[in-house]
């Protein structure tokens, strides 16, 4: 059912799944397996009320007076984030930021297999990280017209970003996941932007006034 | 008038700060002096209303028919995100994304040094990363007795998170950004907590559904 959603689901309802199943997966670690949406709530920080309008999104899946089963439910989120497809993706600068990504197992279990980095230094193309080698970056567009290619992880200096997401834009890449500080208006691909540095400021903030 | 809020500032407009600093940034490099909040929203993604209420919250600005002086603006926002502040960081995981982080020279521009790196790899401990030596883990709170840190910056995995976190919360660190995927409750520090898992879910949330 929650393949084809028929509503658009609002930003921040999609924000909180991940949380979800964070939570979730922590509780079927722990041997938890019921919980109510009260205590869910506390684990996650939002209403109880809020976690079952989100939940209601995908058709429920709590029993009245039992509350959810936890396998269950984050294996539906699982399913509804697509956690359980696999995708191919190629990071784009494989500095240390590029090459920390490369070898997060997260992004492994979250479906992602990076299957190649490119850089344009030539200092760094021809090394080798784990199997994979690192390509020179002109070859980047090249790369993607004979391999499949479902997502761009771009990992650049802001200045040379914008042109790599254009560019990879233009040529029908499906997903792109910006870490540089940069917006691109694009037209044709999913960008989902990871702001490292907003999270800094966050903190700047709240050390200043306190939380 | 921004340093001591009378009111608590709600945590979605804090979000939205480093958004308008990082836009009116891009705005004053581009020579562009004034903006009206109907284009300050065009950049962000926010509505014109909710940038005008969020800025209201530290004390206005603008100037009916002229807009926001974007240099000024950006610098009152700097105010009241504490970035002309400096504070002394470390980071505890000297891994890829320990060492990533210790170089994205976005941090110094928002006010932190970081003043060493620990890691609990034999390894590792002793070698440098630019002018700062690796230090061993077990040495972390030793340090901060006797040097001014503060905040810690966490990279280790997952499973050593909890217990470092738990410590330095109990130990007194005023500030904790985590790039763990773990919550912990602290009785005293502020906790920043950077979900780079997260961000990979939604998108590939938004690869399923579309956008």
Same mark, same amino acid.
């Given at each position: 059912?929650?393949?084809?959603?028929?509503?658009?689901?609002?930003?921040?309802?999609?924000?909180?799944?991940?949380?979800?199943?964070?939570?979730?997966?922590?509780?079927?670690?722990?041997?938890?397996?019921?919980?109510?949406?009260?205590?869910?709530?506390?684990?996650?920080?939002?209403?109880?009320?809020?976690?079952?309008?989100?939940?209601?999104?995908?058709?429920?899946?709590?029993?009245?007076?039992?509350?959810?089963?936890?396998?269950?439910? !984050?294996?539906?989120?699982?399913? @509804?984030? *697509? #956690?359980? %497809?696999?995708?191919?993706?190629? &990071?784009?600068?494989?500095?240390?930021?590029?090459?920390?990504?490369?070898?997060?197992?997260?992004?492994?279990?979250?479906?992602?297999?990076?299957?190649?980095?490119?850089?344009?230094?030539?200092?760094?193309?021809?090394?080798?990280?784990?199997?994979?080698?690192?390509?020179?970056?002109?070859?980047?567009?090249?790369?993607?017209?004979?391999?499949?290619?479902?997502?761009?992880?771009?990992?650049?200096?802001?200045?040379?970003?914008?042109?790599?997401?254009? !560019?990879?834009?233009?040529?029908? @890449?499906? *997903? #792109?996941? %910006?870490?540089?500080?940069?917006? &691109?208006?694009?037209?044709?691909?999913?960008?989902?932007?990871?702001?490292?540095?907003?999270?800094?400021?966050?903190?700047?903030?709240?050390?200043?006034?306190?939380?």
């Amino acid at each position: 059912m929650y393949k084809n959603l028929k509503n658009k689901v609002a930003t921040p309802v999609i924000r909180r799944l991940p949380v979800y199943y964070r939570k979730l997966s922590d509780c079927v670690e722990q041997g938890r397996d019921r919980i109510s949406s009260q205590e869910l709530s506390e684990l996650c920080g939002f209403s109880a009320s809020q976690i079952r309008q989100d939940l209601n999104h995908f058709g429920g899946f709590g029993q009245q007076g039992y509350g959810y089963n936890t396998a269950l439910l !984050r294996d539906e989120i699982a399913q @509804i984030l *697509g #956690i359980h %497809n696999r995708y191919k993706a190629v &990071v784009v600068g494989a500095g240390r930021l590029g090459t920390a990504i490369f070898e997060y197992e997260g992004i492994r279990k979250s479906g992602f297999d990076i299957v190649a980095l490119f850089d344009n230094d030539p200092k760094k193309i021809g090394m080798k990280v784990e199997h994979v080698t690192i390509e020179p970056a002109d070859e980047l567009l090249h790369y993607i017209d004979h391999h499949q290619v479902d997502v761009a992880i771009i990992t650049v200096p802001k200045t040379a970003a914008e042109e790599i997401i254009r !560019r990879l834009d233009a040529h029908g @890449i499906r *997903g #792109i996941w %910006n870490f540089a500080p940069v917006d &691109v208006n694009v037209t044709h691909s999913i960008v989902e932007n990871t702001r490292i540095n907003d999270s800094i400021l966050k903190l700047s903030y709240y050390l200043q006034h306190g939380r």
